[in-house]
């Protein structure tokens, strides 16, 4: 089993930029397909961005394309979530995933069995 822990959220202004990391701890992220979803108050989790675990390609929501960034650092183990032109509506807590399956829908929450426990990034207007 993989462990994960998020790191980096915190209060940004509107139009800043804040870096999230994904630390992977029991087992390498190589093995798994890597997500970042997000939930804001009052609203369900929704995907963020993804990245397979063969092939590295991403997909992101289409609120974030262009703007965020995933990526992974096999090497150290991590996954982390460049965050660009931040807007009030990116508001919630980030939770990063880890899904095991070769292939699927991985904008869907079901697909992930491993969950860290979330940071806060919050965007002043």
């Known amino acids: 089993q993989v462990q994960l822990v998020e790191s980096g959220g915190g209060l940004v202004q509107a139009g800043g930029s804040l870096r999230l990391s994904c630390a992977a701890s029991?087992?390498?992220?190589?093995?798994?397909?890597m997500g970042w979803f997000r939930q804001a108050p009052g609203k369900e989790r929704e995907f963020v961005a993804s990245?397979?675990?063969?092939?590295?390609?991403?997909d992101y929501a289409d609120s974030v394309k262009g703007r965020f960034t995933i990526s992974r650092d096999n090497a150290k183990n991590t996954m982390n979530l460049q965050m660009n032109s931040l807007k009030p509506e990116d508001t919630a807590v980030y939770y990063c995933a880890a899904a095991d399956s070769y292939y699927g829908d991985y904008r869907r929450e079901s697909k992930y069995g491993y969950w860290g426990q979330g940071t806060q990034v919050t965007v002043s207007s």
């Open positions: 990245t397979r675990r063969i092939g590295g390609s991403t």
């Open positions: 029991g087992r390498a992220i190589s093995s798994y397909a």
